[in-house]
C-alpha cells in the first residue's frame, strides 16, 4: 500500500517563485525521505529527515517533518526551469525496511 | 561510480514470452528492490530482498519472480507477460535501514 501521499499532483510556477509540495502518510516512520526523477529516468535522493528531526536544508531545499500530524513538505527556493521534475516522498519504518512511495507531484517552472 | 544497472532499458514482445529484466548494484548493497510506474499510480512495489536467498512480496507482486543468489543481482522474471504488465520498471538498492534509496535508470517494457 502506498504510504506517502504528496500535495499538490501538479504545481506551475514562475522561475524564482518558492515551490511547496507536501506529503502526508499513515503510520509511524523512521525516516522520511525526498526523490526527484526527471521525466521517464530513475529517481534521485534529495534527501532524508529523520523522525526525530523537525527541519532539514540542503541547498535550496528545505524540508520540514511533523510527526504529530504524519506529514511533511519540502520548500524549493528560488526555483529555476531545471528543477522541472516529479518529486515524490517515501516513507521507511512502520514495519518495512523498503521505502513506499506516493503518487508524486508534477512541478513545472516557467523561464 | 556507485550505479545500479538494468537491463534492457527498452523491450517490446509478446504475450506468454518468458522474459527477465537484469538489475546489478556495485555498492555491497543488502537491500534491493522492484518497482513499476504507471500513469496516475506512482511507483508501486513489486518484490524486495533485505539480503541474499531472502526476498519477500510488495503490494504488486502477481505475475512476476525474483530471485536473490548473488549480493550484487536482484532479477526481475516475468514468467508469462501479459499486456497488463506494459510499464516502466526500476531496480533499487539501499545500503541499510535509515539509507537512502539508488535507482537504476529504468527498464520500459511493452507487451503486446
Known amino acids: 500500500s502506498q504510504q506517502g501521499e504528496e500535495d499538490p499532483q501538479a504545481l506551475s510556477i514562475q522561475e524564482g517563485e518558492n515551490a511547496t509540495m507536501n506529503c502526508s502518510y499513515k503510520?509511524?516512520?523512521?525516516?522520511l525521505q525526498w526523490y526527484r526523477q526527471n521525466s521517464g529516468r530513475g529517481l534521485v535522493h534529495l534527501i532524508l529527515i529523520r523522525s526525530n528531526e523537525r527541519e532539514k536544508h540542503s541547498g535550496r531545499l528545505r524540508v520540514t517533518l511533523d510527526t504529530s500530524k504524519k506529514s511533511s513538505s519540502l520548500l524549493i527556493t528560488a526555483s529555476r526551469a531545471a528543477d522541472t521534475a516529479s518529486y515524490f516522498c517515501?516513507?521507511?519504518?512502520?514495519?518495512?525496511?523498503?521505502?513506499?512511495f506516493g503518487r508524486g507531484t508534477s512541478l513545472i517552472v516557467h523561464p | 561510480e556507485a550505479q545500479v544497472t538494468q537491463n534492457p532499458r527498452y523491450l517490446i514482445t509478446v504475450t506468454g514470452k518468458k522474459l527477465t529484466v537484469t538489475c546489478s548494484q556495485n555498492?555491497?548493497?543488502?537491500?534491493m528492490s522492484w518497482y513499476r510506474q504507471d500513469p496516475g499510480l506512482g511507483l508501486r512495489q513489486i518484490y524486495y530482498s533485505m539480503n541474499v536467498e531472502v526476498t519477500d512480496k510488495g503490494d504488486v507482486p502477481e505475475g512476476y519472480k525474483v530471485s536473490r543468489k548473488e549480493k550484487r543481482n536482484f532479477p526481475l522474471i516475468l514468467e508469462s507477460p501479459s499486456p497488463n504488465q506494459t510499464s516502466l520498471y526500476f531496480c533499487?538498492?539501499?545500503?541499510?535501514?535509515?539509507?537512502?534509496?539508488?535507482f537504476g535508470d529504468g527498464t520500459r517494457l511493452s507487451i503486446l
Open positions: 517515501a516513507t521507511d519504518g512502520g514495519g518495512s525496511y523498503i521505502p513506499t
Open positions: 555498492m555491497n548493497h543488502e537491500y
Open positions: 503510520t509511524s516512520i523512521n525516516n
Open positions: 533499487a538498492s539501499k545500503g541499510g535501514l535509515g539509507q537512502p534509496q539508488h
